[in-house]
Nanobody, 124 residues
Framework: VQLQASGGGLVQAGDSLRLSCTPS????????TAWFRQAPGKEREFVAA???????TYAASVKGRYTISRHNAENAVYLQMNSLKPDDTAVYYC???????????????????WGQGTLVTVSS
């Protein structure tokens, strides 16, 4: 599965961004889809995920500020990021589990397919 992530950019603290993740040639609703991020010098960490049924899970650090959603007609998963902070600066990756795996997981090893990443930079 090839994933295309986009929407990153340079914003100021308090601003919003929306990231998009689209699988090439596949139907996004077939997958558990997650967003991870990796800041310079840090390990990749879980941000949010959405299941086949639409249930969602968020990291504590983004809960209440970020919203993950899936739009089947657009075949895309979005990550709406509000009230951005400098600590949110990272490369953001979307990832999907194999279609037979329907449980949301927060560890990177559970995700078989990854997009190329999109850089989000939040200035203070």
């Amino acid at each position: 599965v090839q994933l295309q992530a986009s929407g990153g950019g340079l914003v100021q603290a308090g601003d919003s961004l929306r990231l998009s993740c689209t699988p090439s040639g596949r139907t996004v609703s077939n997958f558990v889809t997650a967003w991870f991020r990796q800041a310079p010098g840090k390990e990749r960490e879980f941000v949010a995920a959405i299941s086949h049924t639409g249930s969602t899970t968020y990291a504590a650090s983004v809960k209440g500020r970020y919203t993950i959603s899936r739009h089947n007609a657009e075949n895309a998963v979005y990550l709406q990021m509000n009230s951005l902070k400098p600590d949110d600066t990272a490369v953001y990756y979307c990832a999907v589990r194999n279609p037979s795996l329907t449980v949301i997981r927060t560890d990177t090893r559970a995700y078989a397919h990854w997009g190329q990443g999109t850089l989000v930079t939040v200035s203070s």
